[in-house]
């Protein structure tokens, strides 16, 4: 979903994980915030998206990186 330039500063996934803490943010909100930046034509929250569809999910995502998620902190 392709975020309008004109969204308040304080929507921003990175600005709500500083202000709210990291339950506020979605799993693609937070992984948008690790990429920081997205690819010409995609937001960061775009990429973000896709890469965790691609996986298969979050769990699929963090599989890629030998990660457990029962294990994770």
Do not use: K, N, Y
Not at 13 to 42: F, K, W, Y
Not at 48 to 69: E, K, M, N, T, W
Request: with cysteine.
């Amino acid at each position: 979903m392709r975020v309008p330039r004109a969204r308040r500063v304080a929507e921003r996934p990175r600005e709500r994980l500083a202000a709210r803490g990291p339950a506020s943010l979605t799993d693609a909100e937070l992984v948008a915030v690790i990429l920081d930046t997205g690819l010409p034509g995609a937001t960061a929250l775009d990429v973000a998206q896709a890469v965790i569809a691609h996986c298969g999910g979050l769990a699929g995502l963090a599989g890629d990186f030998g990660i457990s998620v029962d294990e994770a902190p």
